[in-house]
């Protein structure tokens, strides 16, 4: 896919995002260039969001220095700088802040997977625990060492990390990291826990990197989203 189809299909994920309650007042989401030391970041400062083109992507390199685009890259776009710069299937990264996900690390509920959806996190999740804005270049490291080589990252009392080897999966892992949290929650609220076994969450990851992409469940759930912001 082309540079220009790249950015294009990277506003798409903006839009469904914005209309999932995902991205509101705050949140942001990148896209790195195959084969290029550059990524594309959706600008920083007050705006509707629901609105975004391509025109309020900011390009950034792996140093975190601008490179060209009209706005400003967001205050902590150092998370999106050093996944991109350590993590070879960090693609596209998204930080948001969602209810179901920050409310977990602040009630004291740890990740384990209750659905086949959640399995594709595998296990665990970790949890970065200071409960602060991630912008020095220091903040960024101890964050992409915390998360390791998770697809996802709970932020205690602050939101998600999620990234994907393309935009269907950073989307899906979004989408289901905030289901999968609004699960847990509830299941606490009932009482009874009851986890998938070690077996079960290997058959799902075994299941999901063996799918041919257009057809994988990365590709369904984009495809069904992109078509509802439509309709
Ligand atoms: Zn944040």
Not at 2 to 9: A, C, I, V
Not at 160 to 170: C, D, K, P, R, Y
Request: aromatic share 10%.
């Amino acid at each position: 896919m082309e540079e220009s189809e790249l950015k294009s299909k990277l506003m798409v994920m903006s839009r469904i995002l914005y209309k999932e309650g995902f991205l509101d007042s705050f949140g942001h989401i990148s896209l790195r260039i195959p084969g290029k030391d550059y990524y594309y970041i959706s600008r920083g400062g007050p705006s509707g969001k629901g609105d975004f083109d391509t025109g309020d992507l900011v390009c950034v390199d792996f140093n975190g220095n601008k490179l060209g685009g009209d706005g400003k890259p967001p205050m902590e776009a150092i998370i999106h700088t050093e996944l991109h710069r350590t993590r070879e299937d960090a693609m596209c990264v998204v930080h948001v802040h969602p209810y179901y996900s920050i409310l977990m690390t602040v009630a004291g509920i740890k990740f384990v997977p209750l659905t086949i959806q959640a399995a594709s996190f595998g296990r665990e999740i970790p949890v970065y625990d200071p409960a602060e804005l991630v912008i020095t270049g220091e903040e960024g490291k101890s964050m992409a060492e915390k998360m390791g080589s998770s697809k996802a990252l709970l932020m205690r009392g602050h939101g998600v990390v999620t990234l994907g080897a393309s935009i269907e999966e950073a989307y899906y892992m979004t989408y289901y990291l905030e289901e999968s949290a609004r699960f847990l929650v509830d299941a606490h609220r009932l009482g009874n826990i009851i986890p998938m076994s070690d077996r079960d969450v290997q058959k799902r990851l075994d299941y999901l990197s063996s799918r041919d992409p257009k057809v994988s469940p990365y590709a369904k759930v984009w495809t069904y989203h992109e078509f509802k912001t439509r309709t």
